[in-house]
């Protein structure tokens, strides 16, 4: 074969590889009075994860374009993870029904697809910013058993957290100037005063927006929870930005909060200004 046809092949090869690797697909779930899309889209590259990762965008967003992301892929694979993006919408006034509220019906509705894209029940990993947080929080405080870690980046307003035996560790995250700084500080604070282990992040000078670094943070802390089984975590001061005295802990708890390893510290500390 000559030189050039064996170069043209081997180029054919590289982008079917390329493409093949790089498949999104799409299911469609059942809609109802309060959901009127309720869509997933999922990348094909991992068959048999460990758990499944799903990204959650704004109010009545599209996950097609967050999985498509290679840096979300990258982790995907690195963790061996499904990757599944969340394209719910709601009918009406989001603060009265709709996929915010997962206990209402979208959280089965997730389940239900999780199920037909895996063919089986998987832990889930969560990560929304806006109306995605909102699905991710409340998702988190209704299956807090099939959650093995979540973050929640800036939502409106918030349901008050439940006390529960089984708490996964999240994160709470919201820019310094968003209108939603208060009430999403308020919520992190109602959750460690009932012993929840979760991290709060104040990012300065932001307003609704996540920063690209943050994001890192948040794929670290994911790392942890994931990988690391046996880190050292820590209990950390939000407002001195180091580490909690053992008595705030159980006395200022709202002061507090959980890192999982000792080494997200600094990393922590960078990006969260009180």
Not at 150 to 159: D, L, M, R
Not at 210 to 236: C, M, Q
Request: proline share 6%; with cysteine; charged share 20%.
């Amino acid at each position: 074969m000559p030189r050039t046809a064996c170069i043209l092949m081997a180029w054919i090869l590289a982008v079917a590889m390329a493409s093949a690797a790089d498949v999104v697909e799409k299911i469609s779930l059942p809609t109802s009075t309060e959901i009127q899309r309720a869509d997933l889209y999922y990348w094909k590259e991992i068959r048999r994860p460990q758990a499944v990762l799903i990204l959650c965008p704004g109010y009545n967003g599209n996950g097609e374009g967050l999985i498509r992301q290679k840096i979300w892929q990258e982790f995907a694979k690195t963790h061996r993870l499904g990757l599944v993006g969340l394209s719910f919408a709601s009918k009406g006034d989001p603060h009265t029904g709709g996929y915010y509220y997962a206990s209402q019906g979208s959280g089965e509705l997730l389940l239900t697809g999780i199920r037909k894209i895996y063919g089986r029940e998987l832990p889930l990993v969560l990560y929304g910013f806006s109306g995605g947080a909102h699905f991710t929080s409340r998702f988190e405080e209704w299956k807090p058993e099939q959650v093995v870690t979540w973050c929640a980046y800036s939502a409106g307003w918030w349901n008050e957290p439940l006390s529960s035996q089984n708490c996964p560790p999240g994160i709470v995250i919201c820019g310094d100037e968003d209108a939603r700084f208060g009430a999403s500080l308020i919520y992190f604070k109602q959750g460690r005063a009932i012993g929840k282990p979760w991290l709060w992040i104040s990012v300065s000078k932001t307003g609704h927006s996540p920063l690209p670094t943050v994001e890192n943070f948040i794929r670290s802390y994911f790392h942890v929870i994931l990988e690391e089984k046996n880190a050292a975590g820590l209990w950390v001061d939000i407002d001195k930005k180091a580490k909690a005295d053992s008595k705030d802990v159980k006395k200022v708890p709202s002061v507090t909060a959980w890192l999982p390893d000792k080494a997200l510290l600094d990393n922590w500390k960078e990006i969260h200004e009180p």
